[in-house]
């Protein structure tokens, strides 16, 4: 007989896929030949080993809870309204340190300038009475001063942009005739010209101005650091941490 | 009217409480996932457990079973029993587990595992009898049990899968051909020679 056939035959009798002829034929030889059934028995019985592996028991709900959880959280779309506000509240965050930044720079690159000087913009500063401006005692009438300083920034002396503040700031000069026999006073003001006035400029040009004031009166003008509370400050220590570019409030007092 | 047709399609090869369900699952029913899950766990743990035996993350790969099962509910067309379906998935990924788990071991030396029984979901049961019946005798077949079971997981994994299939789950040689996609004539000689290949590792006397 064919031993593969046999084999075959035995296996199909395991799995109860074989046929009635079959069967019959191959009980005949399991009960002729001994090594046969010998094979079929071992088989058969590590066949039933097998199957008596042990088997797993699962909690009833914990693995359901499990999976259920897990499945929530992969189905939840990538955009919630909840991370939808977070990156919002982010991008805020984000721009209220840069403008945070931006002020510390501004402050550092500055140095105590805006704080101290009463420069533009720092009107909270300015009234709590913390801020410095320059106040200039000029020792000479208006008329004469604003004619010195055309004549100077005429002939080059004093920086045109000193004139151009004054024009701009203080439209002094409109309506001024000019005189040609005048001399130094060549230009007449159509109004008096006030007696106290207050412009802004940088200490560089405040120090022009005193010096204009100063040759004019004959020594007489002063130029000196003003707390809005009635404090002072040495000249000296004022434009040491003052940027002498940066804007500040100059009042000049004319006799 | 869709629905009745793909119910009587399904009721093929299922009963028409699992044809339901499985309908309702594709319509996205969440109530409906809960069901498959608490009907179908211990199946799937068994057939995880069989396959890959000694694992220890048995949770793990259950669920991943499962998410796997919800995600592709949908192309399921009632072909073969949900059972055979669901026994697909599981083999494709024990499959996918063990080559990640190689890759992994190749790369990392192995952490020590921590115990985690109070999260566990399951526990394994010792189907033998009881050791006071015949303790002898108990002791005896278990070792051959071991020795049979390692000798299984020591087959190729063409002849391991098939032999647990046709002798722990009794499956058909017309289910297993469905599931592993392969001929009736094929099944027939795999089991054959499955069987031939523990028999010569094991002592059977």
């Given at each position: ?59 009833p709900e914990?693995f359901r809870r499990r999976v259920l959880a897990?499945l929530d ?183 | ?20 369900l499985?309908?309702r699952c594709?319509?996205?029913e969440r109530e409906a996932f809960d069901l498959l899950i608490a009907r179908y766990q ?24 499962f998410?796997?099962?919800f ?135």
């Amino acid at each position: 007989m064919n031993r593969a056939l046999i084999r075959r035959w035995i296996n199909e009798y395991l799995d109860g896929e074989i046929g009635l002829a079959d069967k019959a034929e191959l009980e005949q030889i399991m009960a002729a030949e001994p090594e046969v059934r010998r094979e079929y028995m071992q088989l058969r019985r590590a066949g039933l080993l097998l199957g008596s592996m042990p088997e797993v028991s699962v909690h009833p709900e914990r693995f359901r809870r499990r999976v259920l959880a897990a499945l929530d959280s992969r189905q939840r779309p990538y955009f919630t309204p909840q991370r939808a506000f977070a990156g919002a509240m982010l991008i805020v965050l984000l721009i209220v340190s840069l403008a945070f930044g931006l002020v510390l720079y501004q402050q550092k690159m500055l140095g105590n300038a805006l704080v101290i000087t009463n420069a533009a913009g720092d009107e909270a500063a300015a009234a709590s009475g913390q801020t410095y401006d320059l106040l200039l005692t000029a020792g000479t009438t208006p008329e004469q001063f604003f004619n010195r300083l055309l004549v100077e920034c005429q002939l080059g002396m004093a920086n045109h942009a000193l004139l151009t503040e004054f024009l701009l700031q203080t439209r002094i000069y409109e309506g001024a005739v000019c005189d040609r026999r005048g001399g130094l006073n060549a230009l007449q003001f159509a109004n008096p010209l006030a007696k106290a006035m207050r412009v802004q400029v940088t200490p560089r040009q405040a120090l022009a101005l005193e010096g204009i004031a100063d040759e004019l009166s004959a020594g007489r003008s002063n130029l000196s650091a003003l707390g809005r509370d009635g404090s002072q400050m040495k000249l000296q220590d004022f434009l040491q941490i003052n940027d002498a570019g940066s804007k500040i409030i100059l009042y000049i007092n004319f006799t | 009217m869709a629905q009745a047709i793909m119910t009587d399609t399904y009721l093929e090869y299922n009963s028409p409480e699992v044809s339901e369900l499985v309908l309702r699952c594709q319509y996205g029913e969440r109530e409906a996932f809960d069901l498959l899950i608490a009907r179908y766990q211990r199946y799937v743990f068994n057939l995880i457990y069989q396959h890959l035996w000694n694992v220890e993350d048995i949770d793990d790969v259950a669920q991943e079973v499962f998410l796997r099962i919800f995600k592709f509910i949908r192309k399921y067309r009632g072909n073969a029993s949900l059972e055979s379906w669901i026994y697909k998935i599981v083999l494709n990924y024990c499959r996918t587990h063990v080559r990640r788990r190689s890759a992994l071991s190749r790369l990392f030396a192995p952490l020590p595992v921590a115990s985690q029984e109070d999260d566990q979901s399951f526990e394994i049961l010792d189907t033998l009898p009881d050791a006071t019946y015949d303790p002898a005798k108990t002791i005896e077949q278990r070792k051959l049990v071991q020795d049979i079971l390692s000798a299984v997981h020591s087959l190729p994994e063409i002849y391991r899968n098939i032999l647990i299939m046709r002798e722990v789950n009794e499956l058909s040689y017309e289910e297993i051909a469905e599931i592993l996609g392969i001929s009736i004539g094929t099944v027939k000689s795999r089991i054959s020679r499955a069987r031939d290949l523990v028999r010569q590792k094991v002592k059977l006397d």
